[in-house]
């Protein structure tokens, strides 16, 4: 089976959206693009889980394909670990699915196999989960409620990056904020191996009442597109210039 880049959008948020399109739909489409759309929701101590604003994390993470998780600021940093590694291995069954439907029949799924013949292949799936490739582009709300979270977030996100970087294949992160000063994303910091230098930009994020959800996530995902379209291009001059 072949080894490809596993995709992912981050969603960290704490409320409803309020401007623009509905996030669910643009997270549906994100999905159908190959990428997959996680969404952690961030309570306040005083806050319950029934909360009408959260009800919309599990949507878009329904609608993208991935994995969601509604958490108290003071075990963010675990539940992002495990959201991320969760939505690999649940991308990765999928992805086997599709195979044993090719080579068994449309009606074969992973639960339709003997026990023994399943973990064998849930063995497979770990071993992918360590070998493939990872670009993680995390999408942080920083609207007016999220302030005083932010600081958790940024450890988080390091301890994320520590924690993936004990796979053998190669991880790429991102970060955006939402809203941006001028567009519906600001990017934080470009694609990057390591998170490393978050703890230098991160100070620096300014916050906003609104909470335009669903055109962030339409920028976010057009940003896999560039990185992939300036990568060809780069290879395409080096080319030149070695034929040259």
Known sequence: MKKGTLKQILLITDGCSNKGENPSAVAALAYEQGITVNV??????????????????????????????????????????????????QTLQGVVNQELKQILGPNQSLEDLPPEQRGEVMEVVEDLGET?????????????????KLPTVQEALFDLSVSL???????????YAFPGK???????LDWSPR?????????KLTSGGITPTGPALKEAMYQFGKKSLLRSFR??????IEEA
Do not use: H, W
Not at 182 to 188: G, L, R, S, W, Y
């Open 132 to 148: 493939c490739d990872l670009e993680v582009l995390v999408l942080v709300d920083t609207s007016a409620s999220m302030t005083d």
């Open 195 to 203: 998170l490393d230098s978050i703890s230098s930009v991160f100070p």
């Open 235 to 240: 290879n395409e001059n080096r080319s030149d």
């Open 40 to 89: 952690i929701g961030v309570l306040e101590d005083n806050q319950t889980e029934n909360d009408g604003g959260l009800q919309e994390v599990e949507e878009i993470a329904l609608s993208g394909g991935g994995v969601s998780q509604i958490v108290y600021q003071q075990v963010l940093s675990k539940t992002v670990q495990a959201v991320t590694k969760q939505a690999m291995t």
């Open 182 to 188: 001028k567009a519906a994303i600001n990017k934080v």
């Open 165 to 175: 970087n004990a796979r053998i294949g190669r991880n790429r992160f991102s970060i």
